[in-house]
């Protein structure tokens, strides 16, 4: 197994604080680096045009080395940063389709976080764009029990089946609207499919809009004691059943990709062992190679991508 290269500069640093004389307790620095997504969604509709304001909760925690430094659900502010026109290629189909509204992409910043315990802290990101996908915040409402089905078996999953067939050919011809009405956000569904409709409309991100937005400057949290007793297993092989949170540093494509072409990946999260030691530090460096990379095909036959790390 090779030596990870966050684990080896953590080690380097712990060996300089034990030669200074701090032997039970060095400090380690709580740092998000720069190039840490911050993955959010919008909790309001933003408006496609420079300077607007913008809204956002983190929908994933952010670490530096062991610990929480920044809670799923913090909520981030920033604005529309940047406003261009789309291509001559997009702009000719959506004509083709009706839609005759100057269609332009936008970019957002977002500049502060502000925590659960009402903590605002200053931050600087990339200028990023909405993503093609929402985020469903889970209804607060609490759920009744399910009654239980008089009709179990192959009748009552018969019952079922025909009752979703039913459902999905009602919504089919009414063009998603039975969606609309049952789903949650029933206003602004209603308002977003109507607004369709209309050769010309208001450009804007809807709520709920994922977001990746890069950290562009370093976060910094101070310093924080840790106990050498913790890192009795930091850099130690990892147990067959661990599962890790990490995110590719190599571009990979299953059309392009080779057998044997190495990969880079960075922990986004620390890895525990099951007595709560250590074992990888958030920023740690995994290596490995492709495996498998097979390109799409004809009828619908999607690609192959495999890889691991040594």
């Known amino acids: 197994m090779r030596i990870l290269a966050g684990t080896c500069i953590f080690l380097l ?3 300089a604080s034990q030669a ?12 998000v680096l720069p190039g840490t997504p911050l993955r959010l969604y919008l909790t309001r509709r933003v408006s496609k045009r420079l300077g607007a304001p913008v809204e956002g909760k983190l929908m994933e ?8 430094v920044l809670p799923a659900g913090s909520a981030v502010t920033g604005k529309v940063s940047a406003v261009q026109p789309v291509g001559k290629w997009q702009r000719y189909r959506a004509v083709v389709n009706g839609d005759f509204t100057p269609l332009r992409n936008a ?19 990339v200028a990023a764009v909405g993503l093609n996908s929402l985020y469903v915040e889970p209804s607060k409402k609490k759920r009744k029990a ?11 999953t018969a019952k079922k089946t025909l009752k979703d067939q039913i459902n999905g050919a009602i919504n089919a011809r009414s063009g998603g609207f039975v969606d609309i009405v049952r789903g949650p956000n029933k206003k602004e569904k209603l308002i977003d499919f109507l ?18 937005a890069p950290l562009q400057d370093a976060l910094h949290f101070g310093m924080e004691p840790l106990k050498l007793a913790d890192l009795a297993e ?5 147990s067959s059943d661990s599962v890790v949170r990490a995110r590719l540093l190599t571009a990979l494509d299953s059309a392009s990709a080779k057998q044997g072409q190495p990969v880079e990946a960075v922990l986004a ?20 190679a492709v495996t498998l990379a097979k390109g799409a095909r004809s009828f619908h036959r999607g690609g192959q991508l495999r890889f691991n790390f040594q």
């Open 13 to 15: 640093t712990l060996q």
């Open 20 to 31: 200074a004389g701090d032997d039970e307790t060095p400090n380690v620095p709580l740092t």
């Open 61 to 68: 925690p952010v670490f530096a080395f062991d610990r929480e």
């Open 107 to 125: 970019r957002m910043e977002f500049d502060s976080v502000t925590l659960p315990d009402g903590t605002k802290l200053p931050l600087h990101t």
């Open 146 to 156: 399910p009654p239980q089905n008089p009709n179990s078996g192959v009748l009552g």
């Open 195 to 212: 607004w369709a409709k209309m050769p010309y409309h208001p450009q804007y991100f809807r709520h709920g809009t994922r977001v990746d």
């Open 234 to 238: 930091l850099g130690s092989q990892p």
């Open 269 to 288: 999260a620390p890895l525990f062992s099951a007595n709560h030691k250590l074992v990888l530090p958030e920023g740690t460096r995994l290596v490995g």
